[in-house]
């Protein structure tokens, strides 16, 4: 447990350097093309995923947050011994929140910086954290299937 905290600090503080480097060195709105079809572009965001409830204030999407944050661990908690993906999943979606929590409960809303595209059309632009958050998702589903394959019955968590 401690070794799994420790991963989910290690994941919200490269995020949070991350961020800061975006902040120092770029302005607001500013794109730095890296390949044709990726750009880094510092961008704001009020609202969770994609924006979504942009117009809750920071105070309960810090709640909010905080709460989600405080099931996953208790999913993880929960994990069985051999959903090591699941336990690994959990771990990022919880450093990944926590980066993003930062920086709403500190700025009121979270630096993004990643933007795929093409010359008609982009991808939402996100950041470190939220890739931690969606790999974690997929390893959590992932030990799911495996589970199911292996005919293994969910048991009551």
């Given at each position: 447990m401690i070794v799994a905290?420790?991963?989910?600090?290690?994941?919200?503080?490269?995020?949070?350097?991350?961020?800061?480097?975006?902040?120092?060195?770029?302005?607001?709105?500013?794109?730095?093309?890296?390949?044709?079809?990726?750009?880094?572009?510092?961008?704001?965001?009020?609202?969770?995923?994609?924006?979504?409830?942009?117009?809750?204030?920071?105070?309960?999407?810090?709640?909010?947050?905080?709460?989600?944050?405080?099931?996953?661990?208790?999913?993880?908690?929960?994990?069985?011994?051999?959903?090591?993906?699941?336990?690994?999943?959990?771990?990022l979606i919880l450093g990944g929140a926590l980066g993003n929590i930062v920086d709403r409960a500190t700025l009121g809303y979270v630096i993004d910086y990643f933007l795929f595209h093409t010359p008609v059309w982009s991808f939402a632009v996100f950041n470190l954290a939220d890739v931690f958050i969606t790999v974690g998702a997929m390893f959590v589903i992932l030990q799911e299937f495996l589970d199911w394959r292996r005919g293994r019955p969910a048991t009551d968590r």
């Open positions: 905290g420790a991963i989910a600090l290690v994941c919200a503080v490269v995020d949070q350097i991350i961020k800061s480097l975006v902040v120092q060195n770029m302005a607001l709105y500013d794109q730095i093309d890296l390949l044709p079809f990726f750009a880094l572009y510092h961008t704001r965001n009020t609202g969770i995923a994609f924006s979504f409830l942009s117009g809750f204030s920071d105070t309960a999407m810090v709640v909010l947050t905080g709460a989600v944050m405080l099931f996953i661990g208790w999913l993880a908690v929960r994990a069985e011994h051999h959903q090591h993906l699941a336990r690994a999943g959990f771990v």
